[in-house]
Nanobody, 132 residues
Framework: QAQLVESGGGLVQLGGSLRLSCAAS????????IAWFRQAPGKEREAVLC?????????????HYLDSVEGRFTVSRDSAKNTVYLQMDSLKPEDTAVYYC????????????????????WGQGTQVTVSS
């Protein structure tokens, strides 16, 4: 059974950093795009970043879906640990949200996209709170 588990959330001050982890079990994470979404209180869930599957030559690197995080958030993958990381720097109070990782497990040649409905496998989420 394909599962994702996030960890690493917490409380951080303005300008601080956090690294979130998304650990996969039941499948090889490198074979699928892994997206990070977030949901702030009272708001809809929104796509933040996505890293494409390792053999996707049409979409290399990180794809950002939010202008506000470009230059501050990056995604990396450790295939040996079957884990994707979201490095968040220069955090702002508006980054406060529950962060989720998601993937398109089971699809053939899946690619990154920003629509929540495109992803069928989700983690449980991890809370990130940035204080001013």
């Amino acid at each position: 059974q394909a599962q994702l588990v996030e960890s690493g959330g917490g409380l951080v001050q303005l300008g601080g950093s956090l690294r979130l982890s998304c650990a996969a079990s039941g499948f090889y994470l490198r074979e699928y795009p892994i997206a990070w979404f977030r949901q702030a209180p009272g708001k809809e869930r929104e796509a933040v970043l996505c890293v494409s599957r390792i053999d996707d030559t049409t979409d290399v690197g990180n794809r950002h879906y939010l202008d506000s995080v470009e230059g501050r958030f990056t995604v990396s993958r450790d295939s040996a640990k079957n884990t994707v990381y979201l490095q968040m720097d220069s955090l702002k109070p508006e980054d406060t949200a529950v962060y989720y990782c998601a993937t398109k497990f089971g699809l053939l040649y899946p690619t990154c996209s920003g629509a929540e409905s495109d992803y069928g496998t989700w983690g449980q989420g991890t809370q990130v709170t940035v204080s001013s």
